[in-house]
């Protein structure tokens, strides 16, 4: 168990919804990051927040957006869902200033577009 | 050309043989090089962590970091059929908080 929790484990949704993704970092760690992994793209970096602000962009569609809270909690939102959106969700955390870029994953959240 | 490049495999081996899994890379920025086993439908696991060149061992799983070739390796000794799973390479730049470029992943099979 990484500490990084994320819920919720699967949603199932039909295209155009919206849907809304939450991500709870292990206990001190101040920055989350948002992956999408889908079989013909492996591992992608969505977005990463670190104590509230937004720090760096991937590729990220502009249908999605995500916030991180006052209580370090990130949320993830995808808007217009289309069919390819079909993907698992991770987040992941990290803060140790003696090991940069160690990141722990979440279990993910599977998300079906029908 | 991908940032990082990972043979998808799959691997299949003999319970107890030794495992070399390898990442070539293009971005000579890259500072961080990390090891995640997936298992099926989970999240990643960080196996092993490593900074700039050099070798790291940790139990059965040893990595090695060759920044002048652009080439990682992971060796896993005595493989046991729980380590099947996919394992991932990751890399990232200097400094603090930075994303993380990930490999496509090698699925790994250790049959009794």
């Known amino acids: 168990d990484s500490g990084v929790t994320q819920t919720p484990k699967h949603l199932i949704t039909a295209t155009g919804q919206r849907v809304t993704l939450r991500c709870s970092p292990r206990?001190?760690?101040?920055?989350v990051y948002w992956y999408q992994q889908s079989l013909d793209q492996g591992l992608q970096f969505l977005i990463q927040?670190?104590?509230?602000?937004?720090?760096a962009k991937g590729n990220i569609l502009e249908r999605f957006s995500a916030q991180q809270f006052p209580d370090l909690h990130s949320e993830l939102n995808l808007s217009s869902l289309e069919l390819g959106d079909s993907a698992l969700y991770f987040c992941a955390s990290s803060t140790r200033p003696d090991r940069p870029n160690e990141q722990f994953f979440g279990p993910g959240t599977r998300l079906t577009v029908l | 050309q991908k940032e990082v490049e990972q043979d998808p495999g799959p691997l299949s081996v003999p319970e107890g043989a030794i495992v070399s899994l390898n990442c070539t890379y293009s971005?000579?920025?890259?500072?961080?090089f990390m090891w995640y086993r997936q298992y099926s439908r989970k999240g990643p696991e960080l196996l092993m962590y490593?900074?700039?060149?050099g070798n790291k061992e940790d139990g059965r799983f040893t990595a090695q970091v060759d920044k002048s070739s652009k080439y990682i390796s992971l060796f896993i000794r005595d493989s046991q059929p729980s380590d099947s799973a996919t394992y991932l390479c990751a890399m990232s730049g200097s400094g603090g908080y930075n994303k993380l470029i990930f490999g496509a992943g090698t699925r790994l099979a250790v049959h009794p």
């Open positions: 927040y670190y104590n509230g602000e937004e720090r």
């Open positions: 490593t900074y700039s060149s």
């Open positions: 206990s001190g760690d101040l920055s």
């Open positions: 971005n000579s920025a890259f500072q961080y």
